[in-house]
C-alpha cells in the first residue's frame, strides 16, 4: 500500500503520464493521525481515499466521523458509512473547484467522485463546505471539519451556531 497512489490522485479522466502521488506521500499521514489537514481540499481528499480504503481498514470509517463536525459525528450513523464504503467500486476522484476562503472560517470544495456501477462509470458530483475551528485544548490551533448537510438541516436558524463560533446558525454554516 505505501508505494502504490493515493486513490485521491486517481481519476479516470486524466492521462496518468506521470506517477500519481503515493498513498505514503498523500493521504496516510491524516489517515494515522500524524498531521491535520491544512486546507479543505486536502481534507476532502483524504476522506474520500478513506471511502476507498474502509473495506481494506475497518478504522478508516472511524476517520470519516472524526473529520465530520464535532456537533455532528454522535448523529452519523457509522454502519451506514462503513456499508456505503464497502458497497461501492470506487473508482477515482477529480477536485473540480477548491474556494479556500469563504468569509471567515469557511471553505467549499466542488468535485467528482467516480464509481463503477452496472450501468458503467458513475459520478457524485457534489458541492462541500468545510468550516475552520479553533481548537479549545491546543489554545489558537485550527482544524478543518467537514459539514454534513444531512445532519445541518436539524439545526434551528437561531441556536447559536454547532461549530462553536457563537454566532448564530443562520448567519454562520447555515448559510451554505
Ligand atoms: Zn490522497
Ligand atoms: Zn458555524
Known amino acids: 500500500m505505501n508505494s502504490t497512489a493515493c486513490p485521491c490522485r486517481v481519476s479516470p479522466n486524466t492521462d496518468s503520464s506521470a506517477a500519481p502521488m503515493t ?6 499521514p491524516f489517515h494515522e493521525g500524524e498531521r491535520c489537514a491544512n486546507n ?9 481515499s478513506a471511502f476507498v480504503l474502509t473495506p481494506t481498514d475497518i478504522e478508516l470509517a472511524d476517520y470519516i466521523v ?9 448523529l452519523l450513523d457509522k454502519s451506514a458509512i462503513e456499508a ?8 477515482g476522484l477529480e477536485v473540480v473547484k477548491h474556494t479556500p476562503k469563504l468569509g471567515r ?20 458530483h457534489e458541492l462541500s463546505t468545510f468550516v475552520k475551528v479553533q481548537d479549545a485544548s491546543k ?25 462553536g463560533s457563537g454566532e448564530r446558525f443562520k448567519r454562520c454554516c447555515g448559510r451554505f
Not at 105 to 124: D, T
Open 23 to 28: 498513498y505514503k506521500a498523500c493521504c496516510q
Open 66 to 74: 472524526a473529520t465530520t463536525l464535532p456537533a455532528q459525528q454522535r
Open 139 to 163: 489554545d489558537g490551533q485550527t482544524k478543518w471539519y467537514f459539514i454534513d448537510p444531512n445532519v445541518a438541516t436539524t439545526m434551528s436558524q437561531k441556536q447559536p451556531c454547532l461549530c
Open 84 to 91: 456505503w464504503a464497502k458497497d461501492t467500486d470506487w473508482a
Open 105 to 124: 472560517r469557511h471553505a467549499q470544495v466542488e468535485f467528482k467522485a467516480y464509481f463503477n456501477s452496472e450501468a458503467g462509470l458513475a459520478v457524485h
Open 40 to 48: 479543505a481540499e486536502t481534507l476532502m481528499r483524504s476522506r474520500y
